[in-house]
């Protein structure tokens, strides 16, 4: 599975971006997928997952009520609306697929569980 996320940029505190991510190769339509992010000196965090049926999502408390997680299969893509961005939320975002079908809840939140990884887009957030 090849992935390919756009849609970061610059934005005020309190602003609005669309992540997207891409996908080709494998069965996207049969993989859950998740959006992880890295700041300056930190390690990568789990920000979301949602199931390959779709569905509403999981996620990081520090994101919970204003990220939303969405997948179009037909598009062989998956989005992250993000909202009410604060200076917190900069770093690049990842998009990333598990193509273990019987990953649990306790590990969704561990990028060493996921088996493939886009490129990453920055997302900076102006205080």
């Known amino acids: 599975v090849q992935l390919q996320a756009s849609g970061g940029g610059l934005v005020q505190a309190g602003g609005s971006l669309r992540l997207s991510c891409a996908a080709s190769g494998g069965t996207f339509r049969r993989t859950d997928m998740a959006w992880f992010r890295q700041a300056p000196g930190k390690e990568r965090e789990f920000v979301a997952r949602?199931?390959?049926?779709?569905?509403?999502?999981y996620y990081a408390d520090s994101v919970k009520g204003r990220f939303t997680i969405s997948r179009d299969n037909a598009k062989n893509s998956v989005y992250l609306q993000m909202k009410n961005l604060n200076a917190e939320d900069t770093a690049v975002y990842y998009c990333?697929?598990?193509?273990?079908?019987?990953?649990?809840?306790?590990?969704?939140?561990?990028?060493?569980?996921?088996?493939?990884w886009g490129q990453g887009t920055q997302v900076t957030v102006s205080s």
């Open positions: 990333a697929a598990d193509a273990e079908p019987f990953t649990i809840l306790s590990g969704y939140y561990y990028a060493r569980n996921y088996d493939y």
């Open positions: 949602i199931r390959w049926s779709g569905g509403s999502g």
